[in-house]
């Protein structure tokens, strides 16, 4: 008799434990839209434009048992956006600019409302490829350099089980460009609207 008490105490035991974390690396395809900004505060000129951006991302989540996620993701993409600005500092001048690939690492956090629905929260370290090309009346000027730069963002995932699709928003800081070429130099940004679908294990 003694020992179905102890077998009934430890079933009740493990019952009443909470359930157990979970881990899960996951890896995917990125796709979206881009914005790429361009500022120079000597003159106030500034410009934009739109392109598309694709990739490949990958991550490793931990998942508590209170549904919090903690985790890290990488990601490398291009972009087909290519923007140019005229009357930058006189009449006639031409700045242009294409942005290429742009490496990406940061953590993210959120929280799970549902078993299927994660709203979360990512911050981290993005490299972006810049090729800069400037003209006026003495002759034309290029450059292209990586750019470091600091990104935010949020977003939802829904786990469908066979994949997982992400919706987020993320903004990109590149600081200074071409100081060296212009006045000023130029401050260049971005702004992502992006869909993933990200499997995992």
């Known amino acids: 008799m003694k020992k179905y008490l102890v077998l009934s105490a430890a079933i009740a035991a493990i019952s009443a434990t909470p359930a157990m974390a979970d881990e899960r690396v996951s890896f995917g395809a990125v796709i979206g839209g881009d914005s790429v900004q361009l500022e120079n505060d000597e003159t106030g000129a500034d410009g934009s434009e739109s392109g598309v951006m694709y990739g490949l991302t990958a991550g490793y989540d931990f998942i508590d048992d209170a549904g919090f996620v903690m985790g890290i993701e990488a990601e490398a993409t291009d972009s087909s956006v290519k923007d140019a600005v005229s009357d930058v500092l006189e009449v006639g001048d031409e700045l242009s600019l294409s942005a290429g690939r742009d490496l990406y690492i940061g953590a993210r956090v959120g929280y799970l409302f549902t078993p299927q629905l994660l709203a979360y929260a990512k911050g ?33 995932e829904y786990d469908f089980s ?9 903004y990109t ?25 990200v499997f995992g294990f």
């Open 162 to 170: 066979a994949f997982r699709l992400r919706g987020e928003y993320r």
């Open 124 to 156: 981290g370290y993005s490299n972006g490829r810049i090729k800069a090309s400037y003209s006026d009346s003495t002759g034309e000027y290029s450059a292209n350099e990586d750019l470091d730069g600091l990104r935010l963002g949020a977003g939802l």
């Open 173 to 197: 800081d590149y600081g200074t460009y071409l100081g060296d070429v212009i006045d000023g130099g130029v401050d260049v940004s971005r702004d992502q609207y992006v869909v993933s679908a």
